[in-house]
């Protein structure tokens, strides 16, 4: 069955960065486009970033352009987003989802989330 | 970018209930409208796809229309597992926003 494990979430200083991992299985991970999707606490979702499947087209919310960095390796069925320059606003869940299509045309799979707390 | 609105934002119906929840795109998104549910604690779940098309699995109570800005999610029969918010999400145009969701509980 698919699965998808979020990792790498915690505590972080404005400023800080962190680099959150996902690990797929179940699926043919390098068949999928990818996205990263987050929600604040007790708020709705916010789509925050894509990588096509072969990983050679991506695109940002402008909330996160020129601070995250989405990238994957097909050969460990893994995704991941490096978050840089990290504010307090970027404090959510952040989960990957699995693209049904293509540019986020859906998310049919989701894992249970990792928490990213940016706090002095 | 497409903004998206639900209405309403939250409602209690009882048991055996139908509910009807809408969402209205920015501008027309033609039928590339999704709805999701997500239970509290739990990652949101694909329930239609395309503004009517059901996901493989979700009961047949769950079915949603709509075409071009005006759309419609319905459950048939509201169940106690249905407790859950509602977000609609376009894919017409990137960046794919999201509706701010309608929270639905039972009276």
């Known amino acids: 069955q698919v699965q998808l494990v979020e990792s790498g979430g915690g505590l972080v200083k404005p400023g800080g960065s962190l680099r959150l991992s996902c690990a797929a299985s179940?699926?043919?991970?390098?068949?999928?486009?990818m996205s990263w999707i987050r929600q604040a606490p007790g708020k709705g979702l916010e789509w925050v970033s894509y990588?096509?499947?072969?990983?050679?087209?991506?695109y940002y919310a402008d909330s996160v352009k020129g601070r995250f960095t989405i990238s994957r390796d097909n050969a460990k069925n893994s995704l991941y987003l490096q978050m840089n320059s990290l504010r307090a606003e970027d404090t959510a869940v952040y989960y990957c989802a699995r693209d049904r299509g293509i540019a986020a045309a859906g998310f049919d799979y989701w894992g249970q989330g990792t928490l990213v707390t940016v706090s002095s | 970018d497409i903004q998206m609105t639900q209405s309403p934002s939250s409602l209690s119906a009882s048991v055996g209930d139908r509910v009807t929840i809408t969402c209205q795109a920015s501008?027309?998104?033609?039928?590339?409208l999704n709805w999701y549910q997500q239970k509290p604690g739990k990652a949101p779940k694909l329930l239609i796809y395309?503004?009517?098309n059901l996901e493989t699995g979700v009961p047949s109570r769950f079915s949603g229309s709509g075409s071009g800005t005006d759309f419609t999610f319905t459950i048939s029969s509201l169940q106690p597992e249905d407790i859950a918010t509602y977000y609609c999400q376009q894919y017409d145009n990137l960046p794919p926003f999201f509706g701010p969701g309608t929270k639905v509980d039972i009276k």
């Open positions: 179940g699926f043919t991970f390098s068949d999928y486009y």
């Open positions: 501008q027309d998104i033609s039928n590339y």
């Open positions: 395309d503004a009517s």
């Open positions: 990588i096509s499947s072969s990983g050679s087209t991506i």
